[in-house]
């Protein structure tokens, strides 16, 4: 079965809840368990690329080449087994973007100062306005010593954990420095 114009997947919301129920099982189009697989033509060059949507997302969560078919000009048909292996690539791609946001906003430390170890987090909390983080020190039984709010860009570096802890918390990395 061939098609030359697919329907986009569903861009908000209502229609993805809708079509979550919606099984579709073409040669270049499948939806099925809340995600779209669409076989498209390669923009940059003369082969096909497979465009894999979860519901309710605009953007595509993994783009990837396709293979030619037989005749060396139609792309392969889409199928089950192919399905489930671009939902669980998709899936892990996904899974490491979250990983990647949430490292990028919450850096964890454990240096040696005053005879002990500590443990120094830095929490970004990120804001249009006015974002900014979270400096705390846990010492090594676990209670949380002092806590500050500094700058968003403030660097974590073990040579400023041990400084902050060495100096007794003095305030540091603030907007108004």
């Not at 986009?8 to 919606?22: E, G, K, L, R, V």
């Not at 779209?36 to 783009?63: C, I, Q, Y």
């Not at 970004?124 to 209670?143: M, Q, R």
């Amino acid at each position: 079965m061939q098609h030359t114009d697919l329907p986009a997947p569903a861009d908000s919301t209502d229609a993805a809840q809708d079509s979550s129920n919606t099984t579709i099982r073409e040669d270049r189009l499948w939806h099925d368990n809340g995600w779209t697989a669409r076989v498209v033509k390669n923009e940059d060059d003369d082969g096909w690329a497979v465009e894999m949507f979860k519901d309710g997302e605009p953007e595509p969560a993994l783009v990837g080449p396709w293979t030619m078919g037989r005749d060396k000009k139609n792309p392969k048909p889409l199928d089950q087994s192919a399905f489930n292996t671009l939902v669980k690539t998709a899936t892990e791609v996904l899974q490491r973007h979250a990983q990647q946001a949430h490292a990028a906003l919450h850096k964890r430390l454990t240096v040696f100062a005053l005879e002990r170890q500590w443990e120094i987090r830095l929490d970004i909390t990120p804001d249009e306005y006015e974002p900014f983080a979270t400096l705390s020190a846990i010492d090594d039984e676990g209670e949380e010593v002092a806590q500050e709010r500094v700058r968003p860009d403030f660097r974590l570096t073990n040579a400023e954990a041990v400084r902050w802890i060495a100096g007794g918390f003095p305030r540091l990395g603030r907007d108004e420095d």
